[in-house]
T-cell receptor, first 113, second 108 residues
Framework: EPEVTQTPSHQVTQMGQEVILRCVPI?????FYWYRQILGQKVEFLVS????????KSEIFDDQFSVERPDGSNFTLKIRSTKLEDSAMYFC???????????FGAGTRLSVL | KNEVEQSPQNLTAQEGEFITINCSYS?????LHWLQQHPGGGIVSLFM???GKKKHGRLIATINIQEKHSSLHITASHPRDSAVYIC??????????FGTGTSLTVIP
């Protein structure tokens, strides 16, 4: 069965460093999403992406965040200058269209020291 | 912003019991999602619905748009159903708001 792949599974970084989290969505999917879940808290929406542009973003997704689909297969989330409070599990998801369920990757655990 | 509330927060059931998890939301939506988060953290989408009822195996999801309420039912529960069940609202702008989840434990 096709799956969404996220790399790395665990990323450790120093505060102030830039990180790029990578996702390979399912190949025929057109809608892409990033979510985060701080340990012990609920899942939070970050951004949705369609047709090579952001469809919607949350208040969390400020100027230090950006997303890109550089080569038609990868979908990346960049955090420019990480803060301690960015430590969380980051999930990527994709869907064929807006009428279908999303498929989630296994997540990347980001630890900012 | 859409406030999404789930109840109960925690639920323990005996194997074979019928389970209901409730979700309410505060503003109109384009769709309501039910997700399952496994103990290891992985997330699986169970249902996306905008009206009526959907069924998949032992799982049934219903939504009442007028009352802004959805339920997830599990028939003949099994220990492998033990997980956190999360509802999330999707607005017309493709933005999502998540509930805090219902932690279900099914005892053999």
């Amino acid at each position: 069965e096709p799956e969404v792949t996220q790399t790395p599974s665990h990323q450790v970084t120093q505060m102030g460093q830039e990180v790029i989290l990578r996702c390979v969505p399912i190949s025929n999917h057109l809608y892409f999403y990033w979510y985060r879940q701080i340990l012990g808290q609920k899942v939070e929406f970050l951004v949705s992406f369609y047709n090579n542009e952001i469809s919607e973003k949350s208040e969390i997704f400020d100027d230090q965040f950006s997303v890109e689909r550089p080569d038609g297969s990868n979908f990346t989330l960049k955090i420019r200058s990480t803060k301690l409070e960015d430590s969380a599990m980051y999930f990527c998801a994709s869907s064929e269209d807006r009428l279908n369920i999303q498929y989630f990757g296994a997540g990347t655990r980001l630890s900012v020291l | 912003k859409n406030e999404v509330e789930q109840s109960p927060q925690n639920l323990t059931a005996q194997e074979g019991e019928f389970i209901t998890i409730n979700c309410s939301y505060s503003v109109g939506i384009s769709a309501l999602h039910w997700l399952q988060q496994h103990p290891g953290g992985g997330i699986v989408s169970l249902f996306m619905l905008s009206s009526g009822k959907k069924k998949h195996g032992r799982l049934i999801a219903t939504i009442n748009i007028q009352e802004k309420h959805s339920s997830l039912h599990i028939t003949a529960s099994h220990p492998r159903d033990s997980a956190v069940y999360i509802c999330a609202s999707e607005n017309t702008g493709n933005q999502f708001y998540f509930g805090t989840g219902t932690s279900l434990t099914v005892i053999p």
